[in-house]
């Protein structure tokens, strides 16, 4: 199994940043594209930034400009800086990547629990 624990959450004011970091975990024979989520109540989750293995990335228009994502490939780690936050980017962000098991016959997805981030004076 595949582990994503994520962290760095929590209570910004507006124009401030925060960095969220997401750790992988397990019996892991590799890791393909790893990305941030978010869901605000209410709506439906949306990616907010995604990366390869090998470095492309993929931003939402909502957040380009503002975010970066990144990743430690040596770390089973994947980033994601978020500069200029505003209240509609509050929302519980979850991590994702598609990875594949030890010995196990096929990748698939696996998800992080979540961790909130408010914007708010």
């Known amino acids: 199994q595949v582990q994503l624990v994520e962290s760095g959450g929590g209570l910004v004011q507006p124009g401030g940043s925060l960095r969220l970091s997401c750790a992988a975990s397990?019996?892991?024979?590799?890791?393909?594209?790893m990305g941030w989520y978010r869901q605000a109540p209410g709506k439906q989750r949306e990616l907010v930034a995604a990366i390869t293995s090998g470095g492309y990335t993929n931003y939402a228009d909502s957040v380009k400009g503002r975010f970066t994502i990144s990743r430690d490939n040596a770390k089973k780690t994947v980033y994601l800086q978020m500069n200029n936050l505003k209240p509609e980017d509050t929302a519980d962000y979850y991590c994702?990547?598609?990875?594949?098991?030890?010995?196990?016959?096929?990748?698939?997805?696996?998800w992080g629990e979540g961790t909130l981030v408010t914007v708010s004076s």
């Open positions: 397990g019996s892991i024979s590799r890791i393909g594209a």
């Open positions: 994702n990547a598609y990875a594949w098991t030890i010995g196990g016959p096929s990748g698939a997805d696996y």
